[in-house]
């Protein structure tokens, strides 16, 4: 059981923005700046998309976007692209005995 | 170019050991944290360990305590998890990654990974 909790899936339609959630405790996510987001499509390794909850690595489009309120953080990703598609996982630092946290991941399908 | 290059990974019988390596190039690898991130068979991300730049802070998950040791030679640019008393839930991928910002005791995230190495545990 992973520590942190998001959707297993979610979908949308090309164009469409969506948003995945992940809920996770005032010792982790409530607690910390330190929330990335990961890509991961079939095959290969994740890539981070967000990282210090809404800062965006060079070369990721500006159609991604993290934000957090209390113990949830989200990933928002606008204009709905089919490369959009993949596995999402959160995960943050954790200042306790868990020390690092992911979500169980969410699986994204553009219909 | 930074990159991260695992190998070690095979078939090991359950109660074996393993011991994987990661290979570091394309940065100045003693200024980085590193870490071991896996991945059951159709499963999450799971992190497994942390080591420090100076080796001087060392983590591992609930899961592996006790059985996994994380280690770098930053003279050699790579780190490495010795894996003892294996168990079949210990099969998955395992990735190494960078921590992706200066760090001292926290990650801050991951970037960049490796490609991963598949560790089976199996009679």
């Known amino acids: 059981q992973s520590a942190l909790t998001q959707p297993a899936s979610v979908s949308g339609s090309p164009g469409q923005s969506i948003t995945i959630s992940c809920t996770g405790t005032?010792?982790?996510?409530?607690?910390?700046?330190?929330v990335s987001w990961y890509q991961q499509n079939p095959g290969k390794a994740p890539k981070v998309m967000i990282y210090?909850?809404?800062k965006r690595p060079s070369g990721v489009s500006d159609r991604f976007s993290g934000s957090k309120s209390g113990n949830t953080a989200s990933l928002t990703i606008s204009g709905l692209q089919a490369e959009d598609e993949a596995d999402y996982y959160c995960?943050?630092?954790?200042?306790?005995?868990?020390?690092?946290?992911f979500g169980g991941g969410t699986k994204l399908t553009v219909l | 170019e930074e990159q991260l290059v695992e190998s070690g990974g095979k078939l090991v019988q359950p109660g074996g050991s393993l011991r994987l390596s990661c290979a570091a190039s394309?940065?100045?690898?003693?200024?980085?944290?590193m870490n071991w991130v896996r991945q059951a068979p159709g499963k999450g991300l799971e992190w497994v360990s942390y080591?420090?730049?100076?080796?001087?802070?060392?983590k591992y998950a609930d899961s592996v305590k006790g059985r996994f040791t994380i280690s770098r030679d930053n003279a050699k640019n790579s780190v490495h998890l010795q894996m003892n008393s294996l168990r079949a839930e210990d099969t998955a991928v395992y990735y190494c990654?960078?921590?992706?910002?200066?760090?001292?005791?926290?990650?801050?995230?991951?970037?960049?990974w490796g490609q991963g190495t598949l560790v089976t545990v199996s009679s």
């Open positions: 080591i420090s730049s100076s080796s001087g802070t060392i």
């Open positions: 210090e909850g809404s």
């Open positions: 394309g940065f100045t690898f003693s200024s980085y944290s």
């Open positions: 990654a960078r921590d992706g910002g200066y760090s001292s005791g926290w990650v801050n995230w991951f970037d960049p």
């Open positions: 995960c943050s630092f954790a200042s306790s005995t868990t020390f690092v946290a």
């Open positions: 005032s010792s982790d996510i409530g607690s910390s700046d330190l």
